[in-house]
């Protein structure tokens, strides 16, 4: 389906049926509990708001009014159930959403069909990419947050940053969805400035912003039948303006660079251009914010030709290898000024996860020429098997804990749902991007490969039991495990899980443990980014079905009611969820757009030509050229895996004198070897 736009490109989606009968916390009604909310909602009839209707304060009441009030009641009886269709057909009495023909959600009340039409559900998510965005633009255009309840939106800098806007850029391109882009494009044009006087997050900015301007770069030069505008076509004024936004911002962002050792600062002021350290945490950097910003300031070091992009941004990858922290397994800390770890708190969830991510993707964006990148990754999931695997209890379900005091420390058996991004990026550097039918035909599968991939199996099966374990089919936050004490590691094993089998009694439920504190749902995309790379990598159509079940949920449970679009909600384990009045940029940039992908043709966006940052913004991947290449070389460790210590001249003089005795002590006892054989010795 499709609605009509504007001539200016402002266009809203419609309330032509499409969003009817949907309740506030987004669940359809049926059409019984609408009448029953009509009728029981009529102020003639106030039922049982505050006394039962027959309350009075005498004690008795004439015969005659008790028949007649009894007489009420079986009549009232009567209509009532005629009103709520007791007298219907049952096919007439089932839950369906109103059907206007001009664009509906009824196939949310359809059974499954025979043989699935792929490309139809693409256009589902793309309907409510639509419904979400018009919403946006009615309500709230220009501001960084959106409030689709309230129907509001709030600034998070004095003049904005584009943030809602430049997140969805890209999505919009993917779905050709030219009269929105085009009112997008004009505001960037027009409005953005980030010359503010304003602290903003190092990270967040350039993966969203900036990340975010280099991919609608990346799609309108080199797609130009997406989403296709004037503007943009070559020896247009504008052709540039994306990437004019982009460099301009990643100047601002450079001086967040400015500190002793390297390591950014968790903040930058964009008109002061100065570094900010955190206002927690002791001043520490997150681990993962600091080590996230390699594919975006490479990329545009690639497109500009400025060196400093690069540089800076591949030092803190060296800063924090120096460190040479056990199996490559990193805490999730990190001071700016001298470039050590705070703490000890080790796990792939917040504030760790995106450093493992970026290492996989660098080497896939520079074409496989600084394999740096991959000794790293292939160090830290090494660890990861050693140090953080565990299975549940029950049903064996591969989880990927925490080890919050150090890696001696015991393992805390919990996921963030953050952390369901690690099978997808397991399975996409087993193969690169291409199928496994593929990687077998070029000779590059290999059993350690097959491994991996069987671990990317079973955890986006953990990470898929997350929504099949709540009533609402959405997953919470955080979820906790169920395990042996002590844990079993991977070396216990090989475990086989058990199946995610139907029914509020099954016993793979007990092993999934959320509590009320967690059962929230931000509308995060980690699982979807997995099921994407494990459909196009695997084959197996089952990730795919997996994708849909989660995107019915998400259009069951968080629409708002009208055409404000959706929300995130406070609990999952409750029907309805409740609500948040809140819905994140990631809805736009990652959540529906991997859904998109999904659903999608495996020639659109070929897995091994592009990489995603962790914004699900999409880069190219290239070659080493204009003089770029890797610029540091790890130290040499010893064979505990440490940085061997640097010996002083005196040092090393002793070690030459000790090299040399040693040579002349193999010499004396080759020459006593031969003497004896001469004398019969042996």
Known sequence: MSFSASSNGNSHCRNDGIWDNAGQNGYTRSNIGAKLDNYLDRKELPMYKDKPYNYASSGRKPSYRKWRFTLGVLLLLVVLLYWVGMFSSPSKAKAKVKD??????SWLNKPAPGKVDWNERRERVKEAFTLTWDGYEKYAWGYDQYMPLSKKGHQMTPGG?????????????????????????????????????????????????????????????????????????????????????ATDLADRLLGAFDSNSGVPYASVNLKTLKGVPSHADNGASSTAEATSLQLEFKY??????????????????????????????????????????????????????????????????????????????????????????????????????????????????????????????????????????????????????????????????????????????????ITFFEVDDPPKLEE?????????????????????????????????????????????????????????????????????????????????????????????????????????????PNDFLPLDTVVFNTEGHIFPRF?????????WERKPRDKDGMVARERGPYEEKEREREGKRSEEGKEVDKKGDEQGKEKGIS
């Open 100 to 105: 206007t023909g001009k664009g509906t959600w």
């Open 161 to 245: 940053m584009g943030w809602i806007i430049i997140d969805g850029l890209d999505t919009l391109m993917l779905m050709n969805l030219t009269s929105r882009l085009t009112h997008a494009r004009e505001w960037i044009s027009t409005t953005l400035n980030y010359d503010q006087d304003q602290e903003v997050n190092t990270f967040e900015t350039t993966i969203r912003m900036l990340g975010g301007l280099l991919s609608a770069h990346y799609l309108s030069t080199t797609f130009p039948d997406m989403a296709p505008l004037a503007d943009d076509d070559q020896g247009a004024p504008g052709e540039d303006l994306y990437l004019e936004k």
């Open 300 to 477: 545009l070091a690639m497109l500009t030709g400025e060196k400093d992009y690069w540089s800076k941004a591949e030092k803190v990858i060296q800063v924090v290898d120096d460190n040479a922290m056990p199996d490559g397994l990193l805490p999730i800390f990190i001071y700016a000024h001298d470039g050590t770890f705070k703490g000890a708190n080790i796990r792939l969830g917040s504030r760790g996860d995106s450093y493992y991510e970026y290492l996989n993707k660098q080497y896939h964006q520079t074409s496989g020429e600084e394999p740096i990148y991959r000794e790293l990754w292939n160090e830290a999931l090494a660890g990861i098997r050693k140090h953080l695997i565990t299975y549940t209890k029950k049903s064996r379900f591969t989880i990927i804990a925490e080890r919050p005091n150090g890696l001696e420390s015991p393992l805390l058996p919990k996921m963030d749902h953050l952390v369901c991004f690690m099978p997808g990026s397991i399975a996409l550097a087993a193969t690169g991007g291409t199928t496994i039918a593929q990687a077998k035909q070029q000779g590059r599968w290999t059993e350690k490969d097959q491994a991996d991939l069987d671990l990317a199996v079973e955890l986006t099966k953990t990470c898929w039991g997350m929504y099949k374990r709540t009533p609402t089919g959405l997953a919470p936050e």
């Open 492 to 600: 216990d094993g090989p475990f086989r899980s058990a199946e995610l089998t139907l029914g509020a009694s099954a016993e793979w439920r007990d092993d999934y443990v959320i509590k009320s504190q967690d059962a929230h749902n931000l509308q995060r995309p980690e699982t979807m980014e997995t099921l994407f790379y494990m459909w196009r990598i695997t084959g197996d159509e089952r990730y795919r079905e997996w994708g849909w079940e989660m995107f019915t949920s998400f259009v069951n449970y968080t629409r708002v009611e009208g055409d404000a679009g959706f929300t995130s909600v406070s609990n999952v384990l409750e029907v309805p969820p409740g609500t948040r009045d809140n819905m994140e940029s990631f809805w736009l940039a990652e959540t529906l757009k991997y859904l998109y992908l999904l659903f999608s």
């Open 623 to 631: 070659k080493l050229i204009r003089g770029l290449k890797t610029g």
